[in-house]
């Protein structure tokens, strides 16, 4: 599967953003996607991931009722709702895809094996 991202920008602390993943050569349904970052200086982090299947939800602890993820089978999506965003949150935000049953249990420690090109989110104070 190949997956496309877009929605990133410049923002100001407190504003919100909304990244989307598109998916292309296979239908979502039964993937689990995922959203990570990776911000200057530091080691890529698992942001939120979700089961398409079941729809339950993973997220870290940095953005815990800050970001909601989601899924949209029928437009083959899977999107980022960031709000109340900090500097802190600045960084290249990827999705990712891979097609085993994996759950929210397992969080965002699996090997994903698609992965899209990065989307810049910027937040100034």
């Known amino acids: 599967v190949q997956l496309q991202a877009s929605g990133g920008g410049l923002v100001q602390a407190g504003d919100s953003l909304r990244l989307s993943c598109v998916a292309s050569?296979?239908?979502?349904?039964?993937?689990?996607m995922g959203w990570f970052r990776r911000a200057p200086g530091k080691d890529r982090e698992g942001v939120s991931c979700i089961s398409t299947y079941d729809g339950t939800p993973y997220y870290a602890d940095s953005v815990k009722g800050r970001f909601t993820i989601s899924s949209n089978n029928a437009k083959n999506t899977v999107y980022l709702q960031m709000n109340n965003l900090k500097p802190e949150d600045t960084a290249v935000y990827y999705c990712?895809?891979?097609?085993?049953?994996?759950?929210?249990?397992?969080?965002?420690?699996?090997?994903?094996?698609?992965w899209g090109q990065g989307t810049l989110v910027t937040v100034s104070s």
């Open positions: 050569g296979r239908t979502l349904s039964s993937y689990y």
């Open positions: 990712a895809a891979d097609p085993d049953l994996w759950t929210s249990h397992n969080g965002c420690h699996i090997p994903f094996r698609s």
